[in-house]
């Protein structure tokens, strides 16, 4: 027996303590479907026998009606009885009317009137009695509890529905309508026992506050609750237009039926036949499918599987409107809907909160479905008789129908992630800009109007990314403010809002005594050369003011670097050198801020024969002249500079300067770079700084080297390149990366984390002596083991977070960190709506290397080692280590040899060789250390 529990356990992924519970749910609807499958054959038969099929219309409005008027009383019984009492009532009535059902029609006593009403109770029956059993079953399982146990328990009503369609289909010839009735009603009977069973071992167990929270009622109106709420609201519509096709689709073969087979218990037996055979399919499908096709798939492809299915068969149907066509539109319907379909559905419900799901949950399937089927008697009674359409019509109708139904799919699937991530966010009260593009740029209209210049500088540095027009006013007339650094950005941010008209305030600009001001307004009006007349900058070039003409000789080099024609214009060759003349001459007679934008005009302008003049003033012992210099060395792009650029690297006052300046030279720097940064002698400023230089770039071709170089390398500086890669697109957007590059990336870090994963369980394991019961473990053993332990669970979460920096790097990266916020939460329910909304962030192939490691520990990474034999490959103790010495870390790896040294297993001595091997000289010298020690003490034993 204990065999068979763990065989069902691992087959169906049922975890400790889950077994039992499951089996009660999965008995109880059992029982509700098997009476179903009793009564519904049987209704069914006695009703076209009595009527005909053409009275299905009517019943369908009869039933719509009825379920509207008892849903009020219902909502109203909520608010009065709890939901135990409540269920327990509805079977002990449905228990009751079954019997005299039964009665009834065992002693011939059958007419009109009747079979109406049995009709409509068996329909309410299925409504009613299915939806309680689904709130109950929300109301024991949280939502990663479901999504691995509903396919299991559900397959329990598709064993009961292939139990009570074969016994009708068997019985229904030999001992009568009226004793199957009867039989079903104490069916339900057995319910009220095992509905005791489930409160008193699952739900009585929760705590005062769980059990409330998941068994409270909402006082307010179910429909304006619906209506409030998207996502209530797009559920009832998918599932309303599900009811209307399967309605549709079972008078379509109900008609067909009773016109090949006019006999009543031949009918019954037919129907009871099929309907049996259907959950058969159903039960294949739910055991072996359901769970992999939700968990691989998403919810979305469990809903949309149906109306696909549908759609085929209707095209099938228009073009053969055979019989066994029919039975195979109704068989996908009956199967896939009680199967798939349905485990899709109830998954739907399980983000919604727990008093409005059990105040609104019973209302949607009861009444949405009773609406749905009396909209199909009206089509039927009003469409289809009243213009004596034929079948196609339906068919056709159908068709149409489905295609708003995928649509209606859509929208509940993004309400289902949408409720998710509002649940992470209120619950770990994450905080969440939702201020509108607008409002940021009313905001920054106030900052311009009275903030200090420190607050304006801010928001002028943010006007790139909330251009438009409105700001061109209050921009402008920051270019009279008292500070000439609001100036000169201010006049940095015209050229985006400007759409290309000069502004002519900027020309007065050009005559304050400031170099910086100077230069920005002669950068704006050079950018707008074509709209001035010939030989506008004549005038700026030989003006007397050496603020003036200094700034326009900068400024020309910078246009003119690669424009020779407009350089020849202005005879900037000449003026450079007339410049270099003179200051060869008379250096003190320049002012400083000349010399620089003199020193930067021979980067742009080129010539290696006015290299020298840089270069005088690389090591120049004033730091602005010799910032001067680096830039104008990038700007030459000469590869002389770049040794000296690399060395500056090692310099904080000039790090940045260089950085810039390294950059500059562009995408052919790459390679230069990627060589010297590959070379064991090259620069080790390079190895530090090289991200920084990459990013400075800022091209696709930088980020993807990048990208390859994080690949390798210490884990702490493989962290730092992805968080500089996400800060880069935060500023940049895009990254303009093939998806199969963030794949790589992931696949990677997965497998990676596995294995520290599966060392941390075994370390853990060890620690307890229960990996090697025989070992003889020291104290000093166990303590240096303790932190190690401690170092990969450090390093563990790192990686973590290294990936979903990934992820943030390819998908939306506010929602992704707020996933990973949510599986950082001490509540298990935040880490189980996590899971869901991940599943709807991130794409199939991303999710089959991501959820394993997160279901095996990341969700409950203290969880009973007892569990992790079955989720994670624990290695052996030789080959934990050799792992975590091929981890690139020195902490882990320097604790791992103080775990072999205190150890004295001999056989792991291999293991430290190969660590004296290693690149790291710290490491080497540690393992050859620890392996002179156990040579040491095996010689003396």
């Keep these: 027996m204990e065999w068979l529990s763990d065989r069902i356990r691992k087959i169906f992924d049922i975890r400790s303590g889950e077994l039992s519970i499951s089996l009660l749910m999965q008995l109880y609807i059992f029982l509700i479907i098997s009476a179903l499958l009793v009564v519904k054959p049987t209704v069914n038969a006695l009703f076209l026998s009595e009527l005909g099929a053409d009275a299905l219309a009517e019943a369908f409005v009869i039933i719509a009606i009825a379920a509207v008027a008892g849903s009020l009383l219902y909502n109203k019984s909520l608010e009065r ?54 709130v109950m079953a929300n109301v024991v399982f949280n939502v990663r509890e479901a999504k691995r146990l509903f396919g299991f328990i559900g397959a329990g009503g ?39 069973a489930i409160w008193r071992n699952r739900v009585d167990k929760l705590s005062s506050f769980k059990r409330k929270e998941r068994a409270t009622v909402s006082s307010e109106n179910s429909v304006k609750l619906i209506f409030n709420s998207k996502h209530l609201s797009s559920l009832a519509a998918v599932i309303g237009i599900g009811v209307l096709v399967a309605k549709l689709v079972d008078y379509q073969f109900s008609y067909i039926s009773s016109r090949n087979i006019p006999d009543s218990q031949e009918l019954a037996s037919f129907f009871g036949f099929w309907f049996s055979t ?59 809907k009680q199967s798939l379909h349905k485990s899709a559905v109830e998954l739907l419900a399980l983000p919604i909160p727990s008093d409005v799901k059990n105040k609104t949950k019973t209302f949607i399937d009861v009444v949405v479905d009773s609406i749905a089927t009396g909209l199909a008697g009206l089509i039927l009674i009003f469409v289809v008789r009243a213009f004596d359409l034929s079948p196609v019509f339906i068919t056709v109708l159908i068709l149409v129908l489905v295609v708003v139904w995928v649509f209606m799919i859509n929208q509940v699937r993004d309400a289902y992630f949408g409720t998710f991530k509002e649940q992470i966010i209120n619950r770990e009260q994450i905080k969440v800009d939702k201020r509108s593009n607008s409002m940021v740029r009313n905001n920054m209209k106030i900052i311009f109007e009275s903030g200090g210049a420190e607050d304006i500088l801010y928001m002028l540095d943010r006007v790139p990314e909330m251009a438009h027009r409105s700001l061109k006013a209050p921009i402008i007339k920051l270019l009279q403010h008292q500070d ?33 001001v100077v230069l920005t307004a002669m950068q704006y009006l050079m950018a707008q050369d074509t709209k001035f007349p010939a030989q506008f900058f004549e005038n700026y070039l030989d003006h007397e003011s050496d603020y003036i003409s200094s700034a326009a000789l900068l400024c020309l080099a910078q246009e003119t670097e690669d424009n020779p024609k407009l350089a020849s214009k202005y005879n900037l060759d000449l003026r450079i050198n007339l410049f270099l003349d ?50 104008a060395a990038g700007n030459t792009a000469h590869e002389r500079f770049l040794p000296l650029l690399l060395d500056e690297l090692e310099e904080s006052r000039f790090r940045e300067s260089a950085i810039r300046a390294i950059a500059d030279y562009g995408n052919p720097i790459i390679t230069y770079l ?52 996400l800060k ?82 390819h998908f939306n990266y506010k929602d992704v960190f707020i996933a990973y916020r949510g599986l950082q939460s001490e509540k298990r329910e935040t880490r189980a709506a996590t899971m869901e909304f991940l599943e709807g962030l991130i794409t199939r192939n991303y999710k089959s290397q991501l959820f394993p490691i997160i279901e095996a520990g990341i969700s409950n990474p203290d969880g009973e080692l007892s569990e992790m034999h079955d989720r994670v490959a624990l290695p052996t103790e030789m080959q934990c280590y050799y792992h975590l010495l091929q981890v690139e870390d020195r902490k882990i790896n320097k604790l791992v040899i103080k775990v072999i040294a205190d150890s004295n297993n001999p056989e792991l001595v291999p293991l430290l060789v190969r660590a004296t091997t290693k690149k790291d000289p710290k490491i080497a010298a540690a393992a050859s250390e620890a392996y002179m020690k156990i040579r040491n003490l095996s010689k003396t034993a």
């Design 582 to 631: 003179e200051l060869d001459r008379n250096e003190s007679s320049f002012r400083k801020q000349e010399i620089i934008e003199l020193v930067k005009a021979i980067g742009y302008a080129k010539g290696e024969n006015r290299h020298r003049f840089i270069l005088r003033y690389f090591n120049d012992p004033d730091p602005e002249l010799k910032t001067a210099a680096l830039v």
């Design 674 to 725: 990627n060589k010297r940064y590959s070379d064991p002698m090259g620069p080790k400023s390079l190895k530090k700084y090289l991200p920084d230089i990459l990013l400075e770039l800022g091209t696709t071709k930088a980020v993807r080297a990048l990208l390859m170089i994080s690949k390798n390398g210490p884990l702490k500086y493989r962290t730092r390149m992805i968080v500089e890669l």
């Design 484 to 516: 000439h650094r609001v100036k000169a950005e201010a006049i940095n941010q015209l050229k985006h809002i400007d759409r290309g008209h000069p502004v002519p305030e900027v020309h007065d600009l050009i005559y304050i005594d400031d170099d910086n």
């Design 81 to 134: 009885f709890k939901l135990k009492s409540l269920m327990r009532y509805t079977l002990m009535v449905f228990t009751g009317i079954f019997i005299i059902m039964g009665t009834l029609v065992a002693f011939g006593y059958f007419n009109t009137i009747l079979a109406y009403t049995f009709y409509t109770i068996v329909a309410l029956f299925a409504l009613l009695a299915t939806s309680q059993f689904w």
């Design 278 to 336: 259907f959950n058969i399919v159903s039960l294949v499908i739910q055991l072996f499918l359901t769970r992999h096709i939700l968990a691989r798939r998403g919810v979305s492809a469990g809903l949309a599987a149906l109306p696909i299915g549908i759609v085929f068969c209707c095209v099938g149907l228009l073009i053969l409107p055979e019989l066994w066509i029919v039975i195979v539109l109704k068989g996908l319907d009956g199967s896939l």
């Design 158 to 196: 598709i064993a009961g529905g292939i139990f009570g369609g074969y016994l009708t289909s068997l019985l229904a010839e030999h001992v009568g309508n009226g004793i199957l009735l009867i039989f079903a009603g104490f069916l339900i009977m057995g319910c009220i026992f095992v509905m005791n």
């Design 728 to 809: 880069f697109k935060k500023e940049n957007g895009s990254l303009e990366i093939p998806q199969k590059t963030f794949f790589k990336m992931i696949r990677k870090e997965c497998e990676d984390y596995k294995q520290l994963q599966g060392c941390y369980y075994s370390q853990r394991i060890l620690e307890r002596s229960n990996l090697y019961p025989e070992r003889v473990i020291s104290i000093t053993e166990t303590g240096k083991r303790k932190k190690l332990i401690l170092a990969i669970k450090a390093t563990m979460d790192d990686s973590l977070e290294r990936i979903f920096n990934i992820l943030a790097l």
